[in-house]
């Protein structure tokens, strides 16, 4: 098909459309990716038998709630986090914590708590105690009183709370209020890495792909304090194998802190009785302003209905 015979469907299609009704953002959009669309599928001559397929597959994706799995397997999550680095470098914001990905898998409405959380509703559900510490900094290195770091990451099998119901209501999910030191600590432990669900349409889609579908071990937050751009990040579990072949492309170098490893002897001269993993990290962040990129999105998010 020429570009004349796609270039007249499309110009019957936005004949329809009414001049100062509607929504022009929306037909913008639209109108550009549908272009984009017939374009393809001439040039790749996709057939209608290819069309019909894809449908039956995004049919899928929405009757198994994995959209927001797609966007981070397809790098479309990253590509976002990636636009806004580029316009925050171009307005001048250097980022001290970077961003990365969300991920569709946050729950609203965790359990809240000044300066320190233990993250597991039942104890030691993991191999590896972990302590996690630092502070909530402004952009002159000052400590913010009032931040909340909200955290949150899947048991040993790989599973969050919430999506898998066999775990309780808001396990490993907690909300840190700092005090006037800025600091946060958290007790959870060393959790490990994520794969999509089996035979699922994103798992097919990635081995369809020649990929895989999983991630390396990761905790993710959400830092808010009044007057600051929210920030969303993670850290990456240092030395899993997948650090940097992570199925999402969350994983940035100056997100993989040391873990320091203590012995039970050096753990009992901190007053601690087990053997235990350590992790040091600051969150940086940056004042909020209308000219820069906004850190929330209002994506559609779980929260346990009471
Ligand atoms: C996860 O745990 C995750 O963080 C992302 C981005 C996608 C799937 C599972
Ligand atoms: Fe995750």
Same mark, same amino acid.
């Given at each position: 098909?020429?570009?004349?015979?796609?270039?007249?469907?499309? &110009?019957?299609?936005?004949?329809?459309?009414?001049?100062?009704?509607?929504?022009?953002?929306?037909?913008?959009?639209?109108? #550009?990716?549908?272009?984009?669309?017939?374009?393809?599928?001439?040039?790749?001559?996709?057939?209608?038998?290819?069309?019909?397929? &894809?449908?039956?597959?995004?049919?899928?994706?929405?009757?198994?709630?994995?959209?927001?799995?797609?966007?981070?397997?397809?790098?479309?999550?990253?590509?976002?986090?990636?636009?806004?680095?580029?316009?925050?470098?171009?307005?001048?914001?250097?980022?001290?914590?970077?961003?990365?990905?969300? *991920?569709?898998?946050?729950? /609203?409405?965790?359990?809240?708590?000044?300066?320190? &959380?233990?993250?597991? !509703?039942?104890?030691?559900? *993991?191999?590896?105690?972990?302590?996690?510490? $630092?502070?909530?900094?402004?952009?002159?290195?000052?400590?913010?009183? *009032? /931040?909340?770091?909200?955290?949150?990451?899947?048991?040993?099998?790989?599973?969050?709370?919430?999506?898998?119901?066999?775990?309780?209501?808001? !396990?490993?999910?907690? /909300? %840190?209020?700092?005090?006037?030191? $800025?600091?946060?600590?958290?007790?959870?432990?060393?959790?490990?890495?994520?794969?999509?669900?089996?035979?699922?349409?994103?798992?097919?889609?990635?081995?369809?792909?020649?990929?895989?579908?999983? #991630?390396?071990?990761?905790?993710?937050?959400?830092?808010?304090?009044?007057?600051?751009?929210?920030?969303?990040?993670?850290?990456?579990?240092?030395?899993?194998?997948?650090?940097?072949?992570?199925?999402?492309?969350?994983?940035?170098?100056?997100?993989?802190?040391?873990?320091?490893?203590?012995?039970?002897?050096?753990?009992?001269?901190?007053?601690?009785?087990?053997?235990?993993?350590? %992790?040091?990290?600051?969150?940086?962040?940056?004042?909020?302003?209308?000219?820069?990129?906004? *850190?929330?999105?209002?994506?559609?998010? /779980?929260? %346990? &209905?009471?």
């Amino acid at each position: 098909m020429n570009k004349e015979a796609i270039d007249a469907v499309l &110009a019957e299609i936005l004949s329809k459309e009414k001049v100062g009704e509607g929504n022009e953002r929306i037909k913008e959009i639209t109108n #550009r990716l549908l272009k984009d669309l017939f374009y393809a599928i001439a040039e790749l001559d996709i057939t209608a038998e290819e069309v019909w397929k &894809a449908c039956d597959w995004i049919a899928e994706v929405g009757k198994k709630n994995e959209i927001g799995l797609v966007a981070a397997g397809i790098g479309l999550e990253h590509f976002l986090d990636e636009k806004m680095d580029w316009e925050d470098a171009q307005a001048g914001i250097e980022l001290k914590t970077p961003r990365t990905i969300e *991920g569709p898998l946050y729950v /609203a409405g965790a359990p809240e708590s000044l300066s320190y &959380a233990e993250l597991e !509703n039942e104890p030691n559900q *993991g191999d590896e105690s972990l302590y996690m510490q $630092g502070e909530v900094l402004d952009e002159e290195g000052n400590p913010i009183e *009032g /931040a909340l770091v909200e955290v949150w990451h899947c048991n040993q099998l790989g599973l969050y709370s919430y999506f898998d119901s066999s775990q309780s209501d808001y !396990n490993l999910r907690r /909300a %840190i209020r700092t005090a006037a030191d $800025g600091k946060y600590q958290f007790k959870s432990f060393l959790p490990v890495g994520y794969s999509c669900p089996p035979e699922g349409p994103t798992d097919r889609l990635m081995t369809a792909l020649g990929r895989h579908g999983s #991630r390396p071990a990761h905790i993710h937050f959400f830092i808010t304090a009044p007057g600051y751009r929210k920030l969303t990040t993670q850290i990456n579990i240092e030395g899993d194998p997948l650090t940097y072949d992570d199925f999402a492309f969350a994983t940035k170098k100056d997100l993989v802190p040391p873990v320091k490893h203590l012995s039970l002897e050096e753990a009992k001269a901190m007053g601690k009785d087990e053997p235990f993993a350590s %992790i040091d990290f600051n969150f940086h962040m940056v004042k909020d302003s209308e000219k820069i990129a906004p *850190g929330e999105n209002h994506r559609t998010r /779980a929260s %346990i &209905a009471s």
